[in-house]
C-alpha cells in the first residue's frame, strides 16, 4: 500500500474523521484530505505524531518502502518486533530485544552470537554453521561496525589473534595470560581516569567498537585488569568491582 492508503485506512479503523485526526496531530483538515488523495505526505514531525496516535512505525505509516532489520542482531523488524525509546516512539534501527528502554542490551558480541545460536538451530541448520552465520554478518550491521576494522568473520579473527599476541607481549605483573577478546562497544567500557593534576579524561569513544577483556588478577587481589584495543592503540587499565576507581596502567600506540 501506498501511505496514502495507509492513513486512511488507519483513520479510519480508528472511527476517526478527518477533522479529529487533523486536531491530534495539529495540523488542518484540508492537510489530511490532501495526505490520503495522495498529493502530499506528511513532514517529519507529523510522522512522529502519526506513528505514536496509531502504533505503528514511520516505515509502516509510508507503505513500508524499506526491508529494516536490527542493526544489532539482523532479524527482520516489523511492527511487533521493533523496539520504542523512552519517549515511546518506535526505533527502526532495533528490535525490542537488543534495544529496551532506551538502553542497548547487548555490549559484547560473542554473547549475542551465542543466545542467537540458540533460537537459530534446527535439524537443517547446526550450531556451528548458525555460530558461522553471525560472525559474518554482525560486523557488517551498523551497531557493531563502528570500528573500520569490524569487516568479516575472518579479517576479524585475524585482528583478534594479532592483537592477544600484542597484549601477551607487554607482560604486566598480574595480568594473566591474554586469551580471548571480545568485541565491546565503548560506552559499555569507557571508564574515566583521575590524572595528577586532578582532571579527570577518558581514552575512548562511546560509539566506537573496541576488542578487550575483563581478566581477574593473579596476585588475588580485589582489582581486575580491563583491556582494549583497536587498529591504533592497546590500554590496560585496572579497576575494582563494578569499575570503580580505574587506574591506567598502560595507554601504547600500535
Known amino acids: 500500500m501506498d501511505a496514502k492508503d495507509v492513513i486512511l485506512e488507519l483513520r479510519t479503523k ?80 532495533y528490535c525490542k530485544w537488543c534495544y529496551a528502554d532506551g538502553e542497548y542490551m547487548y555490549h559484547n558480541m560473542d554473547d549475542l552470537i551465542e543466545v542467537c545460536v540458540q533460537n537459530m538451530v534446527s535439524e537443517h541448520f547446526s550450531s556451528e554453521q548458525a555460530r558461522a552465520y553471525m560472525k559474518d554478518l554482525l560486523p557488517k550491521l551498523d551497531y557493531w561496525k563502528k570500528y573500520q576494522y569490524l569487516g568479516g568473520a575472518e579479517k576479524f579473527e585475524q585482528l583478534k589473534q594479532q592483537l592477544i599476541r600484542e597484549f601477551n607481549d607487554l607482560h604486566i605483573e598480574g595480568m594473566p595470560k591474554v586469551e580471548k577478546l571480545n568485541a565491546l562497544v565503548g560506552g559499555y567500557i569507557n571508564l574515566e581516569y583521575r590524572l595528577p593534576n586532578g582532571q579527570t579524561v577518558k581514552f575512548l569513544d562511546d560509539n566506537a567498537t573496541y576488542l578487550g577483556n575483563q581478566l581477574a588478577c593473579e596476585f588475588g587481589s580485589d582489582r581486575c585488569f580491563g583491556i582494549a584495543a583497536n587498529m591504533d592503540f592497546l590500554l590496560v587499565c585496572s579497576y575494582e568491582e563494578n569499575g570503580e576507581n580505574p587506574e591506567l596502567v598502560i595507554y601504547k600506540k600500535r
Not at 51 to 65: E, Q, R
Open 14 to 93: 480508528k472511527g476517526m474523521s478527518q477533522e479529529d485526526l487533523a486536531k491530534k496531530v495539529f495540523v488542518t483538515r484540508q492537510a489530511v484530505s490532501r495526505w490520503e488523495a495522495g498529493e502530499t505526505i506528511p513532514n517529519t514531525e507529523t510522522l512522529k505524531l502519526l506513528s505514536k496516535l496509531f502504533d505503528v512505525s514511520i516505515n509502516t505509516l509510508l507503505g513500508s518502502p524499506r526491508q529494516l532489520i536490527c542493526q544489532c542482531c539482523g532479524m527482520p523488524l516489523e511492527d511487533a518486533n521493533i523496539s520504542k525509546g523512552s519517549d515511546g516512539l518506535f526505533n527502526e534501527e
